[in-house]
């Protein structure tokens, strides 16, 4: 951004310089020499501009290609990802290192070409979704699961001593009669 504010300055400077030229002709040599010097400066000043840009990390590094036809895309993909033994077999053995090198990129790897899944499948209001409010859910989905996971133990194992207690309770000696049921019976 500094390089395109000084080429800035610097042009309104050659404005200035082309108005006083119009105003005094007799110096227009002096204003021809220092506009010369301006013009100079503003190409050193793009070429820093676009060294700077280019020096930059890409910003994309993901990019997703919509193909009209099936054929298209499977071409794509047995052009631009050949498995490792393929590509080493052309490198060394063939020695034909540049077959592969205008699949690279910037000079660091290949490209790595996988075939997307079924648009159909995709839920594309989740798209929008923060990693926090995934990691949100994903947890509090965990957290219920466990809680339902935990009591569904813990209720199995209260019916199961509930019907040991329940044995425990019915079971009598065949000969012996509860006096409880036998006051009943005499009323």
Request: charged share 25%; aromatic share 16%.
């Amino acid at each position: 951004m500094k390089y395109l504010v000084e080429i800035f300055n610097t042009v309104e400077k050659i404005n200035s310089l082309k108005q006083k030229m119009q105003n005094d002709p007799l110096d227009s040599n002096i204003h021809e020499r220092e506009m010369w010097i301006l013009y100079t400066k503003v190409t050193k000043l793009k070429d820093a501009y676009y060294d700077d840009r280019a020096a930059l990390t890409p910003g994309i590094k993901n990019a997703y290609v919509t193909f009209r036809s099936m054929e298209g895309k499977a071409r794509v993909l047995q052009a631009y990802s050949p498995n490792v033994v393929s590509r080493l077999f052309t490198e060394i053995v063939c020695c034909m290192p540049n077959v592969f090198k205008k699949k690279k990129l910037l000079q660091k790897g290949f490209y790595d070409v996988v075939e997307p899944g079924d648009p159909e499948n995709i839920i594309w209001e989740n798209l929008g979704i923060t990693f926090f409010w995934k990691f949100f859910r994903y947890t509090a989905a965990f957290i219920v699961s466990l809680i339902f996971f935990v009591g569904s133990f813990y209720a199995i194992w209260w019916i199961a001593n509930f019907e040991k207690s329940m044995r425990n309770y019915l079971k009598r000696e065949c000969g012996s009669v509860d006096s409880s049921v036998s006051a009943e019976i005499a009323i």
